[in-house]
């Protein structure tokens, strides 16, 4: 199984998905962690499942659809997120689903570590 991450390093409240996957990838060693940047050209299955950040909850979040999301301003391509990207594809036929796995913005890896793991394996049952 192949699960995208999307974080930036180099943005605090955006990292912490990053920050995490040296302890995923040790704690799921049959599970591929890939990072993927919202401006790359995506070659993925018909199914992504990807870890992000999501701002507005408090502990790591399972959503099965991208309804409930807002889409974020975009004024010019620079703008160009995750979501767009994927609303993209589902609208040009080439994803069918998407589950994403929220991280909150604003705690420390150990904090949300254990409860991330536990939604991972729960997920990986399912697949």
Same mark, same amino acid.
């Given at each position: 199984?192949e699960?995208?991450?999307?974080?930036?390093?180099?943005v605090?409240t955006?990292?912490?998905?990053?920050?995490l996957l040296?302890?995923?990838?040790?704690?799921?060693?049959?599970?591929?962690?890939?990072?993927? /940047?919202?401006?790359e050209?995506?070659?993925v299955p018909?199914? =992504?499942?990807?870890?992000d950040?999501?701002?507005?909850?408090?502990?790591?979040? &399972?959503?099965e659809?991208?309804?409930?999301? =807002?889409?974020?301003?975009?004024v010019s391509?620079? /703008?160009?997120?995750?979501?767009?990207n !994927? =609303?993209l =594809?589902k609208?040009?036929?080439?994803? /069918?689903?998407?589950t !994403?796995?929220? &991280?909150?913005?604003?705690?420390?890896?150990?904090? &949300?570590?254990?409860?991330?793991?536990?939604?991972l /394996?729960?997920?990986?049952e399912?697949?």
């Open positions: 199984m699960i995208f991450v999307f974080g930036n390093p180099i605090e955006d990292s912490l998905p990053i920050t040296p302890a995923l990838r040790e704690q799921f060693s049959g599970v591929t962690f890939t990072t993927l /940047d919202p401006n050209n995506w070659n018909r199914h =992504m499942y990807i870890i950040t999501v701002v507005g909850i408090e502990e790591p979040r &399972v959503f659809t991208l309804e409930g999301f =807002m889409a974020s301003p975009r391509c620079h /703008d160009f997120d995750a979501y767009a !994927i =609303m =594809m609208k040009l036929g080439k994803i /069918d689903g998407v !994403i796995v929220g &991280v909150p913005p604003n705690l420390e890896p150990e904090q &949300v570590l254990p409860s991330l793991t536990k939604k /394996d729960v997920l990986l399912k697949v």
